[in-house]
């Protein structure tokens, strides 16, 4: 008697047949979570990349003009189809890619001489974005806005001017998932986001 207390019952097939459904059951859920997070992630990825796409933007229009207002000469911000973009690369309306130079017609020499690109960048094709806006701003020495003829640039590009100048950065993957950044003619640069209105509550909106 003390024997069989000793020794380990073993399941039955009751108990067998339970912890299989049990496995199914929790193999279904998971399956069941993993489809919904899918959507999810997404949407997240989507949103992360029109983020920073717009974020680096943002950045690279601050720096034309910091640029222009350090050296007290124009500086040109251009969207460009060039990979990667040079200073001499040719600004294109609705392109993924950005550059900055400084305008070698602004400079003692005034001849088309580029003094180099300032910053070239791909983050657009690189974060699948599409990218809508001019082909050129132009900032003058005061970090503003100002309106050049394609003669009278070193790009050879008429400059862009509204208040404000909008550049539309969305993601390739989701449509629904896009930045706005906003170009004003006094100099203020702005990045808001397009699934939200703008408000007191909600001050990154659009």
Known sequence: MALERLMPSRPSHEHRNLSSIELTLAAALTAILVALAVPSLGTWTADTQARSAAESLTDAIRL?????????????????????PVAGSTPVANSPNWFVVLDALDSPGKTRTSSGVLLGSTDGTRHDVTVAGPALTCFNALGRQITLAAGANSLSTACSAADPIVYLVASNSDASRYFE??????????????????????????
């Open 181 to 206: 950044v906003l170009v004003y003619a006094g100099g203020w640069v702005r990045m808001c986001d397009g699934a939200k209105v703008f408000s007191i509550a909600t001050p990154d909106g659009c």
């Open 64 to 84: 034309a003009q910091g640029t222009a207002v350090a050296n007290g000469r124009t500086s040109l911000f251009a969207l460009t189809t060039a990979t990667p």
